[in-house]
């Protein structure tokens, strides 16, 4: 009974499609102003969107630029204290070196003795060697590049207590009994072996130059 | 009912104006009439109609064509759910409560008796709340709990309210009926 009611109110209200009485809108005006309203929400929305991407862009640089600018300024101070390091004072060093030079003077005193007795022998000492360049003598006092070890020591004095007669007979001595200087002694002249040699790659060509400037004792020792 | 074929349908879905401003002006004054209802002034009407269509236009191209009457009924929803919103925003909706409401049996011979017009127009003569209740259940077809859930109130209180609409109704119909048909008036 209630549901034929409500169907019937409900069908009566419907029948109703047209306007009331009096009522008479303009449509058209209606029209636009939807359409104009639609417009302009677009318009809000893109504009919306539009700023949100250039606040975002604008932030980016801003952090993009930041980076940079640290990365710009940190790199001077690390290249400043890479370049300060090795400026630095060696007096340590000067230190040490200096030591090393006062034991070897203690050592050389200690050892004159028994150098002495070793003098006669010394051909299987000079074995033994270490590179002799690595000490500069001089008149004053003797300056140590690195610091030196007992063979370096053995053979710097033995260097000492040969005197400079007796050095000069052995480099004789010795100069006679080399064969590589005997070929390469005249420096400016090549000789046909020498010429041969460079073909074949088994010398270089300043290997003469290098001989000549030498101090070629030990040198000279080891080959015999 | 107003009845939209596939192909207008389609069009206007796919964004033809012509086709949307025709649209606009056959369904403007049946949902001119039911936002009449619930708002009961010209003004209110106009701008919840205004609002509806602009939902509508907006969002047809979600809109799903199942029938000629498909398309009506999903605007009528929007133009309703727009003018319950605008009698929030005005805290119109005022349930009041009345015990000198009777239960007065309404015949159907009374119904089909009176116009059409009569009747809406006895209809929006009952309160905001009596009147928002009646629509809902008796013209759009929701049951309490749906009228319940969309005007926030409890669903007994709806149907208090729809029984007490309903009682004021048959008085006020009762009353044009027999101020028709008593003689010399």
Redesign the interface.
């Known amino acids: 009974m209630e549901n ?3 169907k ?3 069908d ?9 009485d009096g ?1 008479v ?1 303009n ?1 058209e005006a ?2 636009a ?2 359409q104009s ?2 417009k302009n ?1 677009k318009i809000s929305f893109l504009w919306g969107r539009k700023t949100w991407m250039k606040i975002a862009a604008c932030l980016l640089i801003l952090l993009l630029s930041g980076i940079v600018w640290i990365s710009k300024t940190s790199q001077p101070k690390s290249e400043i204290a890479n370049s300060t390091s090795p400026s630095k004072p060696s007096l340590p060093k000067v230190e040490k070196v200096v030591n090393s030079s006062e034991k070897f003077a203690t050592m050389t005193s200690e050892n004159k003795s028994i150098d002495k007795s070793k003098n006669k022998s010394r051909s299987t000492i000079v074995t033994n060697e270490v590179p002799v360049k690595e000490v500069l003598h001089t008149d004053k006092e003797e300056i140590v590049l690195n610091p030196p070890t007992i063979d370096t020591i053995i053979t710097l004095q033995e260097v000492n207590l040969a005197s400079v007669e007796n050095s000069k007979l052995k480099k004789a001595r010795y100069t006679q009994l080399d064969f590589e200087d005997a070929i390469l002694q005249p420096a400016t002249k090549t000789t046909f072996a020498q010429s041969f040699q460079f073909r074949l790659g088994l010398k270089s060509s300043n290997y003469g130059e290098q001989n000549s400037n030498e101090n070629s004792v030990l040198k000279l020792k080891r080959n015999f | 009912m107003t009845r939209f074929d596939e192909k207008f349908v389609h069009l206007c879905i796919g964004g033809d104006k012509k086709a949307q401003k025709q649209l606009f002006e056959r369904v403007y004054p049946p949902m001119f009439r039911i936002c009449m209802r619930y708002v009961s002034q010209h003004a209110d009407a106009e701008d919840c109609l205004m609002l509806g269509f602009m939902k509508v236009f907006q969002n047809i191209s979600k809109f799903n064509y199942t029938g000629d009457h498909s398309l009506f009924i999903w605007i009528r929803k929007i133009v309703v759910n727009e003018s319950l919103m605008l009698i929030r925003q005005k805290q119109n909706l005022m349930f009041v409560v009345d015990d000198q409401s009777m239960d007065v049996p309404m015949q159907a011979e009374i119904i089909n008796a009176i116009e059409a017009e009569e009747l809406n127009y006895h209809i929006m003569k009952l309160p905001t709340g009596y009147r928002t209740v009646f629509n809902l259940n008796v013209i759009e077809g929701y049951d309490h709990k749906e009228i319940a859930s969309l005007l926030n109130i409890s669903e007994v209180t709806s149907r208090t309210q729809l029984a007490k609409a309903k009682s004021k109704l048959r008085v006020m119909i009762s009353q044009t009926t027999k101020s028709y048909g008593e003689p010399g008036e």
Do not use: C, H, M
């Open positions: 034929l009611e409500n019937l109110i409900a009566k209200i419907n029948s109703l499609d047209t306007l009331p009522y809108p449509l209606k029209w102003l939807l309203k639609e929400e």
